[in-house]
């Protein structure tokens, strides 16, 4: 078994831990970029299983990481769900009209969302065959919640269109969360399917939330989609990632969904959260420091170190990797993670 899986299913702390990093696919990489210019469009390339494989694998052949992190969106949900995604600087969506009418025009129907996720797993199968057995393969999909913001009309405006649709009309806003429930827990046990050995489940917005919303709109729903994938698939190894909750919000997170693992943001003192019982933990270095390096870069890891040492733990960045990251530091971040190793 792979350290990374190892570790995830809370066997023991491992020195040095396993590492890997969110967006490690990307465009803080020469090849990466080669690739993308090739695929025309960051959709194209997602929508190309060969060149999506290939991707995945870059970060993995330059740096041994101890896992690969299938390259996709979480967006691609979204549009198996029949609603318009194009990218341009970042993504760009029609906003859904916050009414019950057009969240019943959504495609509900799995045999019409699977043409447009068939193209992940056909690139996770491609991504096992290319890697070690040492070396895990991991899917993923957004959190309803953090789908719905970008549905109802942005992300990263404190998520006021989605939350206004759901103070206002609770039903058909439910009604959203619940069909990406659906798709998100069946693409998820798709791609566990596919050849995914873990999957992470990125709430990127779960943060900034009245405790009635976090609960209704982020433990919830990710606690349905822990239970379905579950069931379809035993003992299946979730991780999940609610950006920015605090400390409470994160146990709270942790107890209820049931997850194996808990991406934890830089804000979180690592200490405080090893230290009370819950699941595998991960992450959680500023990418800010990794592209500062030197003395930032040192001091942020070695903490990271000294808190997790006695607990179950994977090395992450808090948040994705930045373009701007140089590539020398992250040879010196893995070289402070794992010694001469
Ligand atoms: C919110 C969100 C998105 N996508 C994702 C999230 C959740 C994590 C987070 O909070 O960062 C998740 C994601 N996006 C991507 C992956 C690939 C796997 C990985 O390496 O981690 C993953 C796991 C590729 C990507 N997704 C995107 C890129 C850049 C596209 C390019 O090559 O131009 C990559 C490599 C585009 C994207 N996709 C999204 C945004 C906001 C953007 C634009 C910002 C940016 O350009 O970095 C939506």
């Excluded at 194009?86 to 129907?109: C, I, N, S, Y």
């Amino acid at each position: 078994m792979s350290l990374f899986l190892d570790v995830l299913a809370g066997k023991k702390a491992r020195t040095p831990p396993p590492i890997w990093m969110m967006r490690q696919a990307g465009r803080y990489l020469p090849e990466y970029r080669e690739v993308r210019a090739k695929a025309g469009s960051f959709l194209g390339l997602c929508g190309n299983p060969e060149l999506a494989a290939e991707v995945t694998l870059q970060p993995i052949r330059r740096f041994d990481f101890d896992a690969a992190i299938i390259f996709s969106d979480i967006l691609t949900v979204i549009m198996a769900l029949g609603h318009a995604v194009t990218f341009d600087e970042g993504p760009k969506l029609p906003p859904l009209e916050p009414h019950r009418e057009a969240v019943a025009a959504l495609q509900r129907d799995p045999a019409r969302w699977r043409p447009v996720l068939a193209p992940v797993c056909e690139a996770l199968a491609l991504a096992r065959a290319g890697l070690s057995h040492d070396k895990a393969l991991i899917g993923f999909a957004g959190a309803p919640w953090t789908l719905a913001t970008y549905m109802a009309g942005g992300g990263n405006d404190e998520q006021k269109a989605a939350r206004l649709w759901a103070y206002r009309d609770p039903e058909s806003f439910d009604a959203l969360l619940a069909l990406l429930v659906d798709c998100v827990s069946q693409h998820l046990i798709w791609q566990f399917e596919a050849g995914a050995e873990a999957v992470q489940i990125f709430d990127s917005w779960a943060g900034g939330l009245p405790p009635v919303l976090f609960e209704r709109c982020v433990v919830k729903p990710t606690q349905a989609i822990v239970e379905k994938v579950r069931a379809a698939v035993p003992n299946a190894p979730i991780i999940g990632f609610p950006r920015g909750t605090g400390l409470t919000g994160l146990l709270d997170y942790a107890e209820a969904t049931g997850v194996d693992g808990l991406s934890v943001d830089p804000a979180i003192d690592l200490g405080l959260i090893a230290a009370a019982e819950g699941p595998v933990l991960q992450g959680n270095l500023d990418p800010l420091a990794l592209v500062a390096g030197g003395d930032a870069l040192r001091t942020g890891v070695e903490s990271i170190l000294k808190a997790t040492k006695h607990v179950p733990f994977i090395f992450n960045l808090g948040h994705g990797i930045l373009p701007t990251t140089p590539i020398e530091h992250v040879h010196e971040l893995l070289k402070l993670v794992r010694g001469t190793r």
